[in-house]
C-alpha cells in the first residue's frame, strides 16, 4: 500500500481521511501495556485486533497493513501534542467535535430510518413505473440488442453457424460448439441476447455489420483483428424511442429507489415534527447577519 501525498503541501492523504482515523481509533488503549498491540504512542496502544479491522475494511491484505500502522503513529503524535497544547479544550474545537457527533448520528439513524435495507425494489414495481414514465427513458443513441461468438478458427466458426441455420437455438449451438473435444478451443468469447452501443460494440465492423442484418438474421463468419465473429441481431431501437425496460431496468430500478426514500425520508420528518414542538421566528430567522456585525 504506498501512501498518496498531496501535491502542494506534502501532508499523506491518508492522514486527512477522518474514516480511517475512526477505524484506528476504537482500537486505542490506555490501559496496562500488553502483548497483544501493533504500535504504541505513550500509553496509547493500537491493537492488533483493530488494525486487523481497519485493513479489512479498506481492502488490505494481512501482512501488508504497515501503511496503515505508520499513519496511525502519525496521527497520534499529532492528537497527543493537540492536546498538550489546549487545543482540545477550545470552545471552537468543541463546537466543531459536537457538530461532527451530531452529523454522524443522524446520519446513523437515517441508515436505519431511511437507507436501510427496505427489501429492495421489486422488479413488477419497476416495470409498472416505467410504463408510467416510458417518455422520460427516450433513448438518445441507437440501441442494439444481440448475441455475439467469437472464434479464434474460421471453421469453427462456419461450424458455428451452420448449427443454428439447421434450427438450433443460439444458446444450444453455443453449448454444442463450446462442448465440442475439436472445435471447443476455438472459442474466445460469447454473448447472449446483451444491448450494445455503437460505443460498446467491437471492434467497429461488428457494429456495421449488426447495422445490415434483419432481426433474427445469422451473420457469415467475418474476419476482424480479433478473430471470427459470427453474430446475430435481436432487435434495433433508435435514438428518440423508447428503449426496451430490461436495457433500462437497473436505470428505472435505481430511479424508483431514490422516490421511495425520499418519500420515506418525508414520512419520517413529519412523524417527528408532530411527535415534537417546533416554533421558528421568522423575524430573526430571516436575519442576515449575526448581532453586533
Excluded at 454522524?104 to 435495507?117: F, H, K, P, R, S
Amino acid at each position: 500500500m504506498h501512501l498518496k501525498r498531496n501535491s502542494r503541501d506534502g501532508i499523506p492523504a491518508l492522514l486527512r481521511t477522518a474514516p480511517l482515523i475512526l477505524l484506528l481509533a476504537s482500537g486505542c488503549s490506555r490501559q496496562t501495556p500488553s502483548r497483544e498491540y501493533a504500535a504504541r504512542v505513550g500509553s496509547v496502544e493500537l491493537t492488533q485486533d483493530a488494525l486487523a479491522r481497519a485493513g479489512d475494511s479498506l481492502g488490505i491484505a494481512r501482512g501488508r497493513s504497515r501503511a496503515l500502522v505508520d499513519e496511525w503513529v502519525v496521527s497520534e503524535l499529532l492528537y497527543q501534542e493537540a492536546q498538550r497544547r489546549g487545543l482540545t479544550d477550545a470552545d471552537q474545537f468543541r463546537s466543531r467535535l459536537e457538530a461532527a457527533r451530531k452529523q454522524l448520528a443522524i446520519e446513523e439513524l437515517l441508515q436505519t430510518e431511511v437507507y436501510g435495507d427496505s427489501g429492495g425494489v421489486r422488479e413488477q414495481d419497476a416495470s409498472s413505473f416505467f410504463g408510467a414514465n416510458i417518455s422520460q427513458f427516450t433513448l438518445k443513441e441507437e440501441v442494439v440488442r444481440a448475441s455475439y461468438a467469437l472464434f479464434s478458427e474460421r471453421d469453427a466458426a462456419n461450424l458455428f453457424r451452420s448449427r443454428i441455420l439447421r434450427g438450433a437455438s443460439w444458446d444450444e449451438a453455443l453449448r454444442q460448439i463450446r462442448s465440442d473435444s475439436l472445435n471447443g478451443r476455438f472459442v474466445r468469447s460469447a454473448a447472449s441476447g446483451q444491448y450494445f452501443t455503437q460505443a460498446t460494440l467491437y471492434p467497429e465492423e461488428l457494429w456495421k455489420l449488426a447495422r445490415t442484418l434483419g432481426k433474427d438474421e445469422v451473420s457469415f463468419a467475418v474476419k476482424t483483428s480479433a478473430g471470427y465473429y459470427v453474430i446475430i441481431v435481436h432487435g434495433v431501437k433508435h435514438a428518440g424511442e423508447a428503449p426496451d425496460f430490461d436495457y433500462v431496468k437497473n436505470s428505472v430500478r435505481d430511479r424508483l429507489m431514490i422516490e421511495q426514500r425520499r418519500a420515506r425520508y418525508n414520512k419520517f420528518v413529519a412523524d417527528l415534527r408532530s411527535r415534537h414542538s417546533v416554533d421558528v421566528a421568522p423575524g430573526n430567522a430571516d436575519t442576515a447577519s449575526a448581532p453586533g456585525d
